[in-house]
C-alpha cells in the first residue's frame, strides 16, 4: 500500500469524525435554540403586556446559561425577531394544511381566512398579543419594524385567486392578507373572537377583492386582449 493511499484513507476517517462531531454539535445548538425560542414565548405569555422579560428570565426558564444564549443571538431583540420568524412559519404550515384538504379555490380562500384568524381564538390571542407588544420594542435585526407575517402567508393565496380568475393574483392576494391580518389586530387587541358569521363575511369580502382581467383592463384603460395576453389568459394562468 502506497504512503498516499494511506494518508487518503486517513483523511477519509479524519473527514467522517468530524463531520460526525459537527452534527453531534448541530443537533446540541438546534436543541439549544428551540429551547430558548418556547421558553421566551412561555415567560411572554404569562407576563402578557405587564413586562418585558429580560434574558436573564428567559435562560432562566431554558434552563440554559447566558453562554448559550449569546451563542445564538446577539441581542433579546435578535430573539424576538426569531420567535416571530417561527411563529410565522408555524403558522404557514397550519394554514397550508388546512387549504390543501379544500378542492374549490372559494374553499381554500376560506380556510385561509380561518386559520388566520384562529390566532385570536383562547389562550393564542393572550400569546399573539404578548409576542407582538415585545415586538414593539425591537430595533435591530429588522431595523425598526418586526416581520411582516402578511406577506409570509400571502404566498398561500395565489394559486386559488387565479383559478378564481384574477388578473393580478399576487396583488390581490396582499389585499386579501392585509384585510385580513388588520381584522386579526383588531380581535387581538381589542377582545373578543371572531364568530363563524364573521368568518364567512370576511371570506365573502376578501374573494370580492378578486379583479378579473376584464375589470382591471377597463379600470387601467388598456384592451382586454392586451391584459390577458400579458397575463397569459383571464385567469392570470397559461
Not at 392576494?173 to 373578543?192: I, M, R
Not at 358569521?197 to 388598456?222: E, K, Y
Not at 384592451?223 to 390577458?228: A, C
Request: charged share 25%.
Amino acid at each position: 500500500m502506497s504512503e498516499n493511499s494511506v494518508t487518503g484513507q486517513a483523511d477519509d476517517v479524519a473527514g467522517r469524525i468530524a463531520r460526525r462531531t459537527l452534527a453531534k454539535r448541530g443537533e446540541t445548538y438546534a436543541s439549544e435554540v428551540r429551547r430558548l425560542l418556547d421558553a421566551a414565548l412561555d415567560v411572554m405569555r404569562q407576563r402578557g403586556t405587564n413586562g418585558r422579560p429580560r434574558v436573564a428570565d428567559i435562560v432562566s426558564a431554558a434552563g440554559l446559561s447566558n453562554e448559550a444564549f449569546y451563542r445564538h443571538f446577539r441581542s433579546k431583540d435578535a430573539l424576538v425577531a426569531a420567535l416571530l420568524e417561527d411563529g410565522t412559519e408555524r403558522l404557514y404550515g397550519y394554514v397550508a394544511g388546512k387549504m390543501a384538504g379544500e378542492p374549490t379555490p372559494e374553499g381554500k380562500v376560506r380556510r385561509w381566512v380561518q386559520g388566520v384568524l384562529s390566532q385570536a381564538r383562547d389562550e393564542l390571542a393572550t400569546t399573539t398579543r404578548a409576542v407582538l407588544w415585545n415586538a414593539g420594542a425591537v430595533s435591530e435585526v429588522i431595523g425598526s419594524t418586526p416581520p411582516i407575517a402578511s406577506g409570509r402567508l400571502a404566498q398561500l393565496l395565489p394559486g386559488p385567486l387565479a383559478e378564481l380568475g384574477s388578473a393580478d393574483p399576487e396583488f390581490d392576494a396582499s389585499l386579501v392578507a392585509y384585510a385580513t391580518f388588520g381584522k386579526l389586530g383588531d380581535y387581538v387587541w381589542g377582545g373578543g373572537e371572531p364568530t363563524d358569521h364573521d368568518v364567512r363575511r370576511i371570506t365573502a369580502f376578501c374573494l370580492r377583492t378578486v379583479t378579473p382581467a376584464d375589470a382591471a383592463a377597463r379600470a387601467s384603460g388598456t384592451g382586454v386582449q392586451e391584459t390577458r395576453s400579458r397575463t397569459g389568459g383571464a385567469g392570470g394562468t397559461p
